[in-house]
């Protein structure tokens, strides 16, 4: 496969197992179920449910979490076709993790790299991949990688690059004044990449990898080469810029966790970050969801090992670049420069949790993966019968497969995700905190009371296992310990929102309503669309009388979310003391056809359409209980 051009058959035949032995091994994953963020990405994203929803998608920054709007339109896509049922979601990010797959292969191919189909096959079915495709969130991954990689393929046939079918033009054929250079690959190329950074703008070093495969195949860059990446490079440096503002001021990547770093600590990092993914695609042992914080001293001597061998590994290389070819040298730049944004010197939000994720190498893992694999190839090719080099390959692949087969378990739910993450990361207090939160909506309390607990002892500075613990005190009655926990959430996090909310209700069931109207007004000036905090000022005043205001905060959240229950029945109350009976007996109907054990409801309406019966008022719309 070295160079020559893929029959269809062929094509068919070899990528369509590659595409099955991808679903065969993420079965355990595919049955799996919602986990962290995909409430913010799908179930409870209710811009998802629209066509105004999917405009807001596309043209409005801060809609959804991040600005991502291929990854959300094709959530909303699905959402219209299957709804919240999780199957779906999974199937379509294992279907395009199979799909990036043969897309490896071609490439590959294209390239001459010896081996491509089996390093492909790796990468299809590497557990430290198990994330990126398990986690529905990682959509942005796999659907990006498409992308990316796909204009990568138009690029290479753009240029010919490694094309020496028959009546094709090598590398060497683009000096030649009678070519023409097929532009519609490059139009393809460029559409593609855009939508690549419109589904994650980690795709942005793409330009950058083209220039180093073109440095690798040739004997030297002209400027020529650059030219044409110059719309790559504008592209890429603008929509990545978005994404820092929005990690920064959206998402909330700032704090105390990003400024205590200096320049040189995070070269220190960035050293560390590339050995650790090296070491988990050499030996993918312990893979967790949420590896240790390290604590870097830039005083520790030892630190300075990881950023000086990697220079080290990089100067050997290029030294022995013309005994021992540019492939090596060109497969270390591709890993370390596709991680590049990940590396620590970019402040993104998972920063404070820990600096390594495993869907982080998501794309940089195919640089080494296809020189580990290629070295193996040659081996085998040179040292065994063929026979007994492939059957070591299908060994490695059956390990591989296990492994994800067994990682895809971990993704089951959120429970499940949180335990294994604890039992192999006990110091993660965002896993005791988020486990807590779980088990807190199973109502299992006293459970959930231990796991904040901890947090607190880990990090006794976390404003979320505080304004958790509030919320699960609240629910058991114990209203000044969560008064407590509140007010220290807030004194660690003041613009926090929830937390004034929480705060606010807990008031409120003291009969200290105005108290809570500050809060739920103060909620409101941090989060002007916030549901719950115009829900409970609406409480608040009902609880005081001023049940014309009350409907005002009732009115502005059925404009936010038409299909809330608790707004209906707390609207119907409040009409009802207005003496709108009518209007508030559609309100309770509403609430009950949107949610029919929603607490006090159905009592409300059996004791509204008592009194109107002894009014002697008519419901013409037959409301019944």
């Known amino acids: 496969m070295k160079g020559r051009r893929i029959s269809s058959r062929r094509c068919v035949l070899w990528g369509g197992l590659l595409l099955l032995i991808t679903i065969v091994a993420y079965v355990p994953a595919i049955d799996g179920g919602f986990v962290w963020d995909d409430d913010s990405y799908v179930t409870e994203n209710q811009n998802l449910r629209s066509l105004q929803g999917l405009y807001r998608i596309w043209f409005e920054i801060g809609a959804v979490p991040q600005y991502y709007p291929m990854v959300h339109s094709t959530f909303w896509v699905e959402y219209h076709l299957w709804e919240l049922d999780p199957l779906g979601y999974h199937l379509v990010n294992v279907i395009l993790h199979g799909l990036n797959a043969i897309l490896v292969w071609l490439v590959l191919t294209r390239l001459s790299v010896p081996g491509a189909w089996l390093a492909a096959a790796v990468f299809a079915l590497h557990p430290v991949h198990v994330e990126s495709v398990a986690w529905i969130t990682e959509r942005k991954n796999v659907l990006s990688g498409f992308f990316y990689l796909s204009s990568l393929l138009a690029y290479l046939r753009f240029l010919s690059l490694g094309n020496t079918e028959s009546g094709g033009h090598d590398s060497a054929t683009l000096e030649s004044n009678t070519y023409v250079v097929p ?113 870097i001293d830039a005083h520790v001597w030892w630190e300075y090992f990881f950023p000086l061998s990697v220079a080290l590994v990089l100067a050997v290389l290029w030294y022995l670049r013309k005994q021992i070819g540019k492939a090596p040298l060109a497969a270390v730049l591709f ?129 979320l296992a505080h304004h958790n613990l509030g919320k699960v005190l609240t629910d058991q009655g114990r209203l000044d310990e969560a008064v407590h926990h509140y007010t220290e959430s807030l004194r660690l996090a003041n613009n926090y929102p929830n937390a004034h909310i929480g705060l606010g209700n807990v008031l409120l069931k003291q009969n200290r309503s105005g108290e809570a109207i500050d809060h739920f007004s103060t909620a409101l000036l941090l989060d002007p669309n916030s549901e719950p905090a115009h829900l409970n000022w609406g409480a608040a005043l009902y609880q005081q009388g001023k049940f014309a205001e009350a409907i005002q905060h009732y009115a502005e959240v059925l404009r936010m979310k038409p299909h809330s229950a608790e707004a209906h029945n707390s609207m119907g109350a409040a009409l009802a003391s207005q003496e709108k009976y009518v209007e508030a007996a559609g309100h309770f109907n509403a609430a009950l056809r949107i949610n029919p054990g929603i607490e006090g409801a159905r009592a409300n309406l059996e004791l509204l359409l008592r009194l109107m019966q002894e009014k002697g008022i008519e419901l013409k719309t037959g409301a019944t209980p």
């Open 183 to 295: 532009w519609r690959f490059y139009v393809l190329a460029l559409l593609l990449y855009f939508c690549a950074l419109l589904s994650k703008t980690v795709t942005c070093t793409l330009p950058a990898v083209i220039l180093l495969l073109l440095w690798w195949k040739r004997d030297r860059l002209q400027w020529r080469d650059f030219v044409p990446l110059i719309p790559f490079f504008v592209l890429g440096v603008a929509l990545g810029l978005t994404t820092v503002w929005m990690e920064q001021n959206v998402v909330g990547a700032q704090g105390e966790e990003w400024t205590s770093l200096s320049i040189l600590d995070r070269f220190l990092i960035a050293g560390r970050v590339l050995w650790f993914y090296v070491g988990k695609l050499l030996w993918p042992s312990t893979l967790t969801f949420s590896y240790p914080r390290w604590h």
């Open 335 to 463: 890993f370390m420069g596709t991680l590049a944004p990940a590396l620590g010197f970019i402040d993104v939000f998972p920063m404070q949790f820990s600096f390594v994720a495993d869907h982080f190498q998501y794309l940089a893992s195919i640089g080494l993966i296809a020189l580990f694999v290629a070295l193996l190839w040659s081996g085998l090719e040179q040292y065994l019968p063929r026979r007994l080099g492939y059957t070591v390959g299908v060994v490695l692949l059956v390990v591989l497969a296990t492994l994800v087969w067994r990682q895809g378990y971990i993704y089951k739910n959120l429970e499940t995700l949180w335990r294994d993450t604890i039992t192999k990361n006990p110091s993660s207090w965002m896993a005791h905190t988020n486990l807590g939160k779980e088990l807190y909506h199973q109502n299992r309390f006293q459970e959930a009371i231990q796991h904040f607990y901890s947090a607190l002892r880990l990090k006794p500075d976390y404003y």
